[in-house]
Every structure is written in structure tokens, then in C-alpha cells.
């Protein structure tokens, strides 16, 4: 059986913060969870190696790699990266880069993430691999899987893999000026809800192929990072407050947007279709047979969906959004959620 909830995991890298926030799900220990990266540099294991780009995107030269590797491979650090430990700590071998020649099995899972790349297509335009094209890529991969597995189990595959997701530093000017003059264009709040918009887009593009599993990381604080300092007037080693603060905004959007994703797709098995109307998605309102068209299916158990006519939720659905907004915490309601506005 295909899993039915979600599962979106938000790390914030500087506290290490991993709270789960999804639905009780069994899960037996034999079963094959394979693994599958996006993002950028914090994540490539060496798909820049071959690619079309300049050395400020790539690693593959000493001394990167020197610790672990004893040669370079691609990755921007002296050994192994974040998804190189967890594919350890899952008991799966090394996660390849999905554009080094040869790589044709994806059991395993496997890594898209390419170093510069970002949720917009314009960071760092022409030198990347950028989210939708990782994204294509995984459609491929997606079609080799049902090619050699077979629907059924390429599907069970798809819904068990973790999807691990390092996306975001790179469309921010602060880290990179390529895009500076496109950031000027919108106001802060505009822009990074673009990003999550791009963001967001990718995740229910996988999650409408299969995938439940999901981890986001928060962006660090580039802002006190070595290479954001040395660019500070006065060269007092103070932090990029004006970095920070956008990266903080963009901190708090994402979990706010992944908080809304999940109380729209947990829990229920269909988040796409309507229980009640008729056509494709049972997108046609002719819930009841009343307006105009008179023949309308009816689902079995409106438990499953989220939509019960074509534009309105489930009473499910509407008693999980009224939890959150009763109790939710201030990542949801902000700054007060209803059960304090009604006891104060
Ligand atoms: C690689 O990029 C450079 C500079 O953008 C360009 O001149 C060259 O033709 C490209 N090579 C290939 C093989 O695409
Ligand atoms: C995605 O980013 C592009 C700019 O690259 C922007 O025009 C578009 O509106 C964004 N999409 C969403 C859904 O936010
Ligand atoms: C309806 O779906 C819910 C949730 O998926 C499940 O718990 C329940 O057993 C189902 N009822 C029937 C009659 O299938």
C-alpha cells in the first residue's frame, strides 16, 4: 500500500532542531526506504563536476576532500556532507550525483543537488542545475524506476524514499549578487514567497508522483558566515544583520508554508480529487444535482478526502485547519492563536 500521509521534517542546521511534525505512520525495520537530494552546494555530492560552469562552482580540486576522500569529489567541504551521514546512518551505500556518468541505478535513491542552485530559476542562471531542472531530473528517474521495478513496487518505492531538500541560500543576494538587480524588483515579503512559491511547487510536484517524506532545512545564518563578514563596513567582524533578518523571514515562511501543506495533504489519501461532483477530479460542481448537471458521483468514505465538492473541504479537513488555528503555535497563528484571543 502506497503510504497516505505526509511527512515534512524542518532542521534548522544552527540548533538542530529536527522536530517531526506528521501523522503516527507504522513502519516495519525491513523495509527499503531509499534516499533523494535536491539543493545546492550543502548538498552536492559532485553533479557541478559535469556540468558547463566555472570554478566558483565546483570543488573537484584540492584541497576539497582531502579529510575523508583523500581526493577531491565534487563536494564543497573537506569530506563527507549532511547526506552522505544520513545515508550512513540509513544503511545506505553513498548517495551518487545524478549527472555522474554511469549512475543508471536508482534503488538506492539518488542526489540532483547542485552547488549554487537555487529555488529560482535566475540565482545563478546559466551556471547550475536549478530546482525545476532537478526536478525533471526526477521525473526521469521516476521512469527508469517503473521501467525496471514495475508500477507497483517503483510506487512503493517512491512513497517510502525520504526526500531531503537544501534549498533557498542561493536566492538570496546576500550570499550571491548575481541576482541582486531581480531581489530589487519586489519587496522582501514578495520575494520570499516566490521562493517558497518555487519551492513549494517542486514538493507537491513529488508528492503528486508518490513521495510523503519530506526534509527542509532552515537556512543557517549566512549572515555570520566568513565570507559575509569580510563584506561588513568597517570590518569589525559584526554579523550581516540586514542578511540574517532575511534569512530569518525566509526561516519562518517555510515552516508556516510547510505547516499549511501538511494540514492539507495528512491524513488524507486524496487531496486532489473531490468526494462529491462529477468529471476529471470530480471538478465539475454538480454536488447534489442541482445546478444544471444532474448526474454526480458520491466517494464511499469522505473520510479519505480532503475536498468533499469541487472548491470545499471535508468537515476533516475544516477540523484540522480549526486546530491549528485554535492551538497552533506561533509558527502557524501569529502572534496569538484563537484559544488565547478567547481567554483573554
Ligand atoms: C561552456 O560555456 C562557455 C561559456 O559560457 C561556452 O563558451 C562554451 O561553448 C560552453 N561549452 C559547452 C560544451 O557547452
Ligand atoms: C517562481 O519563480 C518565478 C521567478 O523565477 C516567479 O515568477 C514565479 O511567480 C514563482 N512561482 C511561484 C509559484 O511563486
Ligand atoms: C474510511 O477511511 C478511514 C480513514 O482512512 C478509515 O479509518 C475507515 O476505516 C474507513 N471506513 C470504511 C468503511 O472503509
Redesign the pocket.
Known amino acids: 500500500m502506497a503510504s497516505t500521509g505526509i511527512y515534512l521534517l524542518a532542521v534548522c542546521i544552527v540548533i538542530l532542531n529536527t522536530a517531526i511534525t506528521g501523522g503516527a505512520h507504522y513502519r516495519s525495520p525491513e523495509r527499503h526506504v531509499a534516499l533523494f537530494v535536491f539543493g545546492d552546494s550543502l548538498y552536492d555530492p559532485g553533479n557541478n563536476n559535469y556540468i558547463n560552469t566555472t570554478t566558483a562552482y565546483q570543488a573537484n580540486f584540492w584541497p576539497y576532500g582531502e579529510t575523508f576522500f583523500g581526493f577531491p569529489t565534487g563536494r564543497f567541504s573537506n569530506g563527507r556532507l549532511i547526506p552522505d551521514f544520513i545515508s550512513e546512518y540509513a544503511k545506505l551505500p553513498l548517495i551518487e550525483p545524478y549527472l555522474k556518468p554511469g549512475v543508471h541505478n536508482y534503488a538506492n535513491g539518488v542526489n540532483f543537488a547542485s552547488g549554487g542552485a537555487g529555488a ?3 540565482s545563478h542562471h546559466g551556471f547550475v542545475v536549478d530546482l525545476k531542472t532537478q526536478f525533471s531530473y526526477y521525473k526521469k528517474v521516476e521512469k527508469q524506476l517503473r521501467h525496471n521495478l514495475g508500477d507497483r513496487e517503483a510506487k512503493e518505492l517512491i512513497s517510502q524514499s525520504v526526500y531531503l531538500f537544501s534549498v533557498g541560500s542561493n536566492d538570496y543576494p546576500s550570499h550571491s549578487t548575481s541576482n541582486s538587480g531581480f531581489f530589487d524588483k519586489y519587496s522582501t515579503k514578495e520575494y520570499v ?2 521562493v517558497l ?2 519551492l513549494t ?1 517542486i514538493l507537491k510536484g513529488i508528492y503528486n508522483i508518490g513521495g510523503r517524506k519530506f526534509g527542509f532545512v532552515n537556512l543557517p545564518p549566512f549572515g555570520c558566515f566568513p565570507g559575509i563578514k569580510i563584506l561588513q563596513p568597517g570590518n569589525t567582524g559584526a554579523c550581516s544583520e540586514e542578511v540574517n533578518s532575511l534569512l530569518k523571514l525566509h526561516n519562518r515562511e517555510l515552516s508556516k508554508t510547510l505547516r499549511a501543506i501538511q494540514s492539507q495533504l495528512k491524513g488524507f489519501k486524496e487531496a486532489e480529487t473531490a468526494c462529491c461532483g462529477s468529471g476529471r477530479y470530480r471538478g465539475v460542481s454538480s454536488c447534489g444535482g442541482k445546478s444544471g448537471v444532474k448526474e454526480f458521483e458520491l466517494c464511499d468514505n469522505v473520510s479519505d478526502y480532503f475536498f468533499f465538492d469541487s472548491v470545499h473541504p471535508t468537515e476533516k479537513a475544516y477540523e484540522q485547519l480549526a486546530k491549528l488555528m485554535w492551538s497552533g503555535d506561533s509558527g502557524i497563528t501569529e502572534p496569538y492563536n484563537l484559544k488565547e484571543l478567547f481567554e483573554f
Open positions: 529560482l530559476v535566475e514567497g516566490m512559491g518555487n511547487q
